[in-house]
């Protein structure tokens, strides 16, 4: 009890000091927490949608795909026999057909896509008993024939959508328009999607193109009748393999196994850079504990004199930990469900809508926050807890705070840092030398590690040179002032180490991160002047398929010397004497040869388009045993079986298309009926000579009635490019922001113990004539230095990093190391802004210090 009672006495007295350790536990147990109601709340709200939406048994075919759409752009059916087979089931109280497409594009009369812009799908379906399960009219009515359709209420507010307003509907069987004659509204949350409905012949003749087929047959149990039951039913009557028959448990749980990806990416991604934020928030708290412990000597070496054992000091500074991190870690759970609905919110502008309603907070995640909060809080106070356990009773005669760290214990320190650095820039040259991913991604986790730690442990060797060079450059034009900070930093150097390598972890992933990406900007516009030789390019940013009607207009267009088609096929290759192989393969215009420029081992490309023939990769050759000349056994998806003679044997790492296997339209068409035929997945176009601009500006004239496709030249496709990567950078950063704020507070942190520490010497010098404005310039400068001392530790150790990175990727085809010297250069500015913001409360309160006070304090 005596322990609990110092130590609760210390933490109160010391509260200001502990403040910003405790919010960086706050900040970093909120993002955990925050990421875990995030992801929760939305697993929560897609199985409710899911178990709401979905039948007691569902029949739909055995071919049908999931939220993606068929490569056709006709979803798989089923007849409408069906349906009158399951009605006479036994254990069926009722069915009922629901038909719907997901390959469709809805623009409204400005002719403006209507759809998500976050991947979630736009639905076409028919108004009949399976929506009425999760949808409900909120206005107008129903429709009652081809020119008639309803929106959701989501859809309709977004973009000003109002009854008796046209919509046109476009899908791989043409277009049509409607009159909205009824909005509709969801029973359960909507995640986002776009939601149409039609009466049932229009969407059977016109997206699914059949007049009495459905997409999904939804039965319902008869009271007393398990889903289970009923499934066998259902099975026993339409047989076991030509159709899927799913139970509503059935039917959600691959619901949520198709979007499971993307929210376990999204967790992961997350729960990455909270974990970066709990690292960055260790060293403040060692800090802080550290110059605590420090500055507390005399009164520990007080109570050592009066009978107090060691285990009892380390105790007592192990409870204020436990108590930081319990207090710390319930602020931050509570501030974690603020952050969710933040999160939320945020998702919600994006086009995810999610709503608070469904807000999920399960037990495990406050336990996990406060338990993760608690044991990162005790572990970093761990070795100082150690130093305050070794602090003898002699301590209470002396002046001065503990004993910096021995010469013996500091060389060990560098020794085994420098031992581990230079493991650790092995490892990434091996990663950078290595002919395998696997190994080579292997070599570079543990090169990362390895620096990182080595870097940690060698910061106070290298914060006693870097220190001085960057004061020879910055700080010495100061005069005495500049000196004076120069000594303040480098009075005890595992602190402003510690300190800087705080900073420089947020840093080194930002320049690491930046010279990948802009690596990979220049590497894909390297790949494109030299493989694409086409002048513009056709697709979709979502990837949908090109319609039919998209495709004819292109091939219109005046001013073009020739169109490329390019369709990717399901096949399964059967080698001579091998054993069958799944793969795609590319069906193109033998005009695509020039197009993508792909370099050959054997044989010629334009070859691969002759009839009867094909091209394979030359790591397929080589595991196969095929050369030029051979036959293969090719078997296409929905279509018949051919002997193709292969014509070429490509270079894999030649050209944008890696690992293609190719063959010609013409040949597929042969083999493949037109039904089962997939669409376009892109299309290239080659301008006649001198025309370059006037085909550009009529292919987007021509395309303007399809505003889901965009026309683009090579410069664009550039410039595309370049903005997805950093939109995706300017993420992740922002998500690292969170690192680096902490990193700032522990810059807060080190400053303001510093000044507490320095408060006699303060007054000392304020008494011998310095002036309060250059008392906190010195520590303005202080700070500077010492961030700067991190910035260049993080920008060093992210290009190295970075570079790495880029040599392994270049067996993915990143061939061009670029470094991005503005982002940088910026690093450096914004390290130089943070240390002198990072300055100003403690220089503040060091200026407002009475000086007669200060002198007296002990």
């Not at 990416?265 to 997350?270: G, I, N, P, Q, V």
């Not at 990717?568 to 793969?583: A, C, I, N, Q, Y």
Request: glycine share 12%; charged share 20%; aromatic share 6%.
């Amino acid at each position: 009890m005596t322990i609990l009672r110092t130590s609760l006495r210390n933490f109160f007295a010391h509260k200001g000091r502990m403040l910003l350790s405790l919010v960086a536990v706050l900040l970093s147990v909120a993002f955990v927490c925050g990421t875990l109601v995030f992801t929760d709340t939305m697993n929560a709200t897609f199985d409710r949608l899911f178990a709401d939406t979905s039948a007691d048994v569902t029949v739909s075919s055995q071919d049908a795909e999931g939220d993606e759409g068929p490569a056709t752009g006709k979803p798989e059916t089923v007849p409408g026999s069906v349906l009158e087979e399951v009605r006479g089931v036994e254990g069926v109280a009722s069915a009922s057909g629901s038909a719907s497409s997901m390959s469709v594009t809805v623009v409204n009369s400005e002719n403006e896509n209507i759809g998500s812009t976050t991947g979630a799908p736009t639905i076409a379906s028919n108004w009949g008993e399976s929506d009425e399960r999760s949808l409900e009219i909120a206005s107008g009515r129903e429709p009652r024939g081809p020119g008639e359709v309803m929106v959701d209420a989501d859809t309709a507010e977004k973009h000003g959508l109002e009854l008796g307003d046209e919509l046109r509907t476009i899908s791989a069987l043409g277009d049509f328009r409607a009159e909205i004659v009824g909005v509709t509204e969801f029973r359960t949350t909507n995640p986002g999607a776009t939601v149409v409905n039609f009466d049932t012949e229009t969407v059977q003749e016109k997206l699914l193109g059949g007049s009495d087929v459905y997409t999904e047959v939804h039965v319902t149990a008869a009271e007393g009748v398990s889903e289970a039951e009923l499934k066998e039913n259902v099975v026993a009557a339409l047989g076991s393999g030509e159709y899927k028959v799913q139970t509503r448990e059935e039917y959600t749980a691959e619901g949520m196994e198709d979007i499971g990806g993307f929210m376990d990416f999204m967790e992961y991604a997350l729960l990455a850079f909270a974990g970066v934020a709990l690292l960055v928030g260790i060293f403040l708290i060692v800090n802080t504990f550290s110059m605590l412990v420090a500055q507390r000597t005399r009164e520990i070496g007080l109570m050592r004199a009066i009978g107090s054992s060691r285990r009892q000091m380390n105790r007592s500074v192990l409870v204020e930990a436990v108590l930081l991190g319990v207090l710390g870690s319930v602020l931050g759970v509570a501030a974690g469900v603020g952050l969710a609905v933040g999160l939320m919110e945020l998702m919600g502008l994006l086009g995810m809508n999610l709503s608070t309603d469904d807000l999920t907070v399960k037990w495990t995640t406050p336990v996990v926050g406060v338990a993760l909060g608690v044991l990162v809080t005790v572990l970093a106070a761990y070795l100082p807890a150690r130093r305050a356990g070794r602090v003898s009773p002699m301590a209470a005669l002396r002046d001065d705070g503990l004993p910096a760290e021995g010469s013996r214990v500091g060389r060990v320190r560098a020794g085994v840092g420098l031992v581990l650095t230079l493991a650790g820039a092995g490892a990434l040259l091996a990663a950078a030398g290595t002919d395998e991913m696997a190994a080579g991604g292997g070599y570079l986790g543990l090169g990362v590690l390895l620096t990182l730690v080595g870097f940690v442990l060698i910061g106070p060797m290298l914060a006693a040179f870097l220190v001085r060079v960057l004061s020879v450059v910055l700080l010495r034009m100061f005069g005495p002032v500049g000196r004076l900070a120069e000594r303040n930093a480098l009075r005890n150097p595992r602190r402003t180490g510690a300190t800087g390598a705080a900073l420089m972890i947020g840093l080194a992933l930002v320049a690491s991160l930046s010279v990948v990406g802009a690596s990979l900007v220049a590497s894909v516009g390297d790949e494109l002047d030299r493989s694409v030789g086409a002048d513009f390019i056709l697709q979709s940013d979502t990837g949908e398929p090109l319609v039919p009607g998209a495709a004819e207009a292109m091939r219109s267009v005046d001013g073009v010397e020739h169109v490329t088609e390019y369709r990717v096929l399901d096949v399964v290759l059967t080698p001579p004497g091998g054993e069958p192989v799944e793969e795609s393969v590319t069906a193109a215009s033998p005009t695509y040869a020039e197009d993508l420029r792909t370099e050959t081992v054997s044989g010629e490309l334009a070859a691969a388009y002759e009839p009867g023939a094909m091209s394979v990769p030359e790591d397929f050759a080589g595991e196969h045993g095929l050369e030029v000349g051979e036959k293969v056994r090719v078997d296409f998806a929905g279509g018949e079986t051919a002997e193709l003679t292969v014509n070429a044997v490509t270079v894999a790492d030649s050209s944008m298309d890696q690992g293609a296997m190719y063959l010609s339209i013409a040949t597929a068409e042969r083999y493949v009926p037109e039904a089962e035929m997939p669409l376009n997945q892109i299309m290239f176009a080659k301008a006649e000579e001198g025309r370059e601009d006037a085909a550009y500006a009529a292919l987007k004239q021509e395309l303007e009635p399809f505003p889901q496709y965009t026309v683009r030249n090579q410069a664009d496709y550039k410039q595309l490019l370049e903005d997805q990567v950093g939109q995706l950078l300017n993420m992740v950063y922002g998500l690292l922001a969170l690192a680096i704020v902490v990193a700032i507070l522990g810059v807060v942190n080190t400053l303001a113990l510093s000044v507490v520490e320095r408060t006699r010497e303060i007054g000392l010098m304020r008494a011998i004539g310095l002036s309060r404005r250059q008392l906190r310039r010195m520590i303005r400068l202080e700070s500077l230095v010492i961030a700067l001392f991190g910035a260049l530790l993080g920008v060093g150790l992210g290009l190295g990093w970075g570079m790495a990175a880029q040599q392994l990727l270049a067996l993915e085809g990143l061939m061009v190391l670029e470094i991005p010297w503005p982002t940088i250069i910026t690093v450096f500015v914004g390290a130089a802004v943070v240390g002198l913001a990072a300055a100003l409360v403690p220089a503040f309160r060091a200026g407002r210090m009475n000086v007669l006070n200060a002198i007296a304090t002990e």
